[in-house]
């Protein structure tokens, strides 16, 4: 027991000793403020760690400039790590030290160490400030100008943040922290040398790589590495596209073929179509005007529908090529994009890339078949589906209706508007008039189902027959006269009476009988003259006429005898002419 305690009473003599000599070296505790020194972890604790930097003391450091960004501690006791002398004291033989400081400043050597040599650094954008980016270069935060971020303006500027990149440093100011960086700088210089290389190898006729970096409605901007191409939309795709956004996106990667480079100017024009064959090649054998296929509608326009036979061959489905009897005021009433549909090749034009195409000629037309079905003189019923002021139409064959127009409705009434007699969904007989297939149209009659009652006027009224009729209407040039249903005949206001009168409303009221004589009848125009007037003559002529021959006045009596026979005459004449002007 006493040889132990003897034991190590010896060792902590010589630890002692050891101890002294380490103080008494020229070299102890020689630290300057301001530089960084190594030293050794010796303790850590709850809230410091003690660091042996060859001091009189240990240095206390805060446990938080040792652990990692999830809280981790990232030394052990025994570990050399670098530190910063804050200060010291040599009196009272306390140091302060920083780990942080020390990493900073060695940041900061090897940050001006790759600007003095062009180099790049890597750093991790953490944030969007004012006018651009902040920057993590592994423990310093630089600024990134929004300028300076690539090539081209960039679409999505919150995309960038929490992606890694590598920068070219453009300015540091230690004494104040700021360090500025650029990822264009490095971009252009990247570019140049692409570019370089790519001139020397791009030729018409390559099938290159390249990345899309712009749309446009005429084209996408390609990047070939150093050099941007066009992709024009024209030269995208064999059918027809309204937008290069139907079938690229930014950033997708591409195989294009050289279509035409410009070594002088830098300027290539790119292809995407021309990797395949044309579809309109041969386009006349593979759709022979007649043949029937299955297609896509793949758009609408006002005037038709496209219809998409194969991947780039498209037609067009003119709207008039759509049905046999509807009237489209648009595609759209009879088809949808996407809709798949049946259709007959009408033509093809390989030059102009066209293909004209019908649906209607799926079926057979309804006109050939309502022009057998239906000759003209067949009667025939059907609901009317529709009323308009000049007639009513029937409904005959699906998508086919017949116009009764409103003159065909009635030999004798005057209808003003076919709805006084008719209602839609009554059903009517009728008699078709005409089936005209080239202008499609039926055209049908109600009252040709019965005889013209005017054809037997001319035998039931002759010339010189007295009837007795209604007044219907007074104008001011007559009377109209009803001699029988739906038959009427005109007084003229000159078959009136021998007087000169100013309107027949002065002697005649509507609804009250008259007799009148025929003086004019057509059953060809439809008309009948009548006469009140001459009714009237032909009495006064039967009346006896009285001769005086004595006493002082016969001279007188005769004269006037002989001067009223020369008026009758007169008189006549006129009469006669007037019936002719009546009658015409």
């Known amino acids: 027991m006493e040889k132990t305690k003897k034991g190590l009473d010896q060792e902590m003599d010589l630890n002692f000793e050891d101890a002294l000599e380490d103080y008494l070296k020229s070299d102890f505790g020689d630290l300057d403020e301001g530089t960084i020194v190594p030293g050794t972890i010796v303790k850590i604790g709850k809230d410091h760690v003690l660091v042996d930097v060859n001091f009189k003391s240990e240095g206390q450091i805060a446990v938080s400039e040792f652990l990692d960004s999830e809280g981790n501690m990232t030394v052990a006791v025994g570990d050399t790590v670098d530190v910063f002398v804050s200060n010291k004291d040599e009196n009272e033989g306390t140091i302060h030290l920083s780990r942080d400081k020390a990493k900073r400043m060695q940041l900061f050597d090897r940050l001006e160490d790759s600007q003095e040599k062009n180099g790049t650094v890597t750093g991790r954008i953490v944030r969007r400030i004012k006018g651009g980016y902040t920057v993590d270069l592994g423990g310093v935060e630089a600024f990134l100008p929004g300028s300076h971020v690539d090539l081209r303006p960039?679409?999505?500027?919150?995309?960038?943040v929490?992606?890694?990149?590598?920068?070219?440093?453009?300015?540091?100011?230690?004494?104040?922290?700021?360090?500025?960086v650029s990822r264009r700088v490095l971009l252009e210089e990247q570019r140049s040398e692409q570019r370089g290389a790519l001139l020397e190898t791009l030729g018409e006729g390559q099938v290159v790589k390249g990345k899309v970096k712009n749309i446009t409605e005429y084209g996408v901007f390609i990047d070939l590495g150093g050099l941007d191409g066009l992709l024009h939309i024209t030269d995208m795709s064999w059918k027809r596209i309204r937008h290069p956004k139907e079938m690229v996106a930014l950033g997708d990667e591409l195989d294009l073929k050289v279509l035409h480079f410009d070594r002088e100017g830098q300027k290539v024009s790119l292809g995407l179509k021309q990797l395949v064959s044309d579809p309109w090649e041969n386009i006349a054998g593979k759709y022979p005007q007649g043949s029937r296929f299955t297609g896509k509608v793949t758009n609408l326009a006002d005037y038709g529908a496209f219809v998409e036979l194969e991947a780039g061959v498209e037609g067009l489905v003119h709207i008039s090529e759509m049905s046999w009897t509807r009237k489209l005021r648009h595609p759209s009433q009879m088809v949808r994009a996407g809709d798949?549909?049946?259709?007959?090749?009408?033509?093809?034009?390989?030059?102009?890339?066209?293909?004209?195409l019908g649906m209607k000629q799926i079926k057979p037309n309804p006109w050939d078949v309502v022009a057998e079905k239906y000759p003209e003189g067949t009667i025939l019923e059907g609901a009317i589906k529709n009323i308009t002021e000049f007639g009513v139409f029937i409904g005959i064959e699906e998508g086919i209706d017949g116009l009764i127009h409103v003159s065909d409705i009635s030999w004798t009434k005057k209808i003003r508007h076919p709805s006084e007699v008719f209602k839609i969904g009554d059903i009517v007989q009728a008699k078709v008039l005409t089936v005209d297939k080239e202008n499609e149209k039926f055209t049908l009659g109600i009252k040709q189902l019965s005889e013209d009652p005017w054809l037997k006027v001319p035998g039931k009224y002759p010339v010189g027959t007295l009837i007795t009729g209604l007044v219907t209407n007074i104008t001011d040039f007559g009377l109209f006269v009803e001699v029988e249903e739906g038959i009427e005949g005109l007084v003229h206001v000159s078959e009136i009476s021998r007087k000169k009168i100013k309107s027949p409303s002065e002697l005649f009221k509507e609804g009250v009988n008259i007799e009148a004589k025929v003086i004019h009848v057509s059953a060809d125009e439809r008309r009948l003259g009548l006469s009140i007037k001459q009714i009237k003559e032909e009495e006064e002529r039967k009346k006896p006429k009285e001769f005086r021959t004595s006493g002082p006045e016969t001279g007188s009596n005769l004269g006037d005898l002989l001067r009223a026979k020369i008026e009758d005459a007169s008189s006549e004449k006129t009469e006669e002419a007037s019936g002719e002007e009546s009658g015409s």
């Open 162 to 180: 929490g992606q890694d990149f590598d920068f070219k440093i453009l300015k540091i100011n230690r004494r104040r922290s700021n360090v500025i």
């Open 340 to 356: 798949e549909v049946e259709v007959i090749v009408l033509g093809v034009d390989p030059d102009k890339k066209r293909i004209s």
């Open 154 to 160: 960039v679409p999505d500027m919150d995309a960038l």
